[in-house]
Nanobody
């Protein structure tokens, strides 16, 4: 089982980034996928999640209207488009897979985790 997150980097406030999460080794299109983020000294925080076919999504209030989660089951990949980035979005972003098709905002609901990709928003 592997989840490979990529696309992080450094960007100025107001800028955009698109994160990707490529999956292998499990039935990707049966799983809900989520993005979480974490900064040093803080607990991992829910960002966004998408159901197995993409029909249902959920977002943290802090990113609603700025971030969009999507998935391409033909490529076993989930994306997180992040627009209007703010310094408080700075974190390591992790993707996670849940062995159920329905979404959840709790980290305990997810079975597989990627290694994380750093996003830094700074002027």
């Amino acid at each position: 089982v592997q989840l490979q997150a990529s696309g992080g980097g450094s960007v100025q406030p107001g800028g955009s980034l698109r994160l990707s999460c490529a999956a292998s080794g499990f039935s990707f299109d049966d799983c809900a996928i989520a993005w979480f983020r974490q900064t040093p000294g803080k607990e991992r925080e829910f960002v966004a999640t998408i159901s197995w076919k993409g029909g249902s999504t959920d977002y943290a209030d802090s990113v609603k209207g700025r971030f969009t989660i999507s998935r391409d089951n033909t490529k076993n990949t989930v994306y997180l488009q992040m627009n209007s980035l703010k310094p408080e979005d700075t974190a390591v972003y992790y993707c996670a897979a849940r062995s159920w098709g329905s979404t959840s905002t709790g980290s305990d609901a997810y079975d597989y985790w990627g290694q994380g990709t750093q996003v830094t928003v700074s002027s």
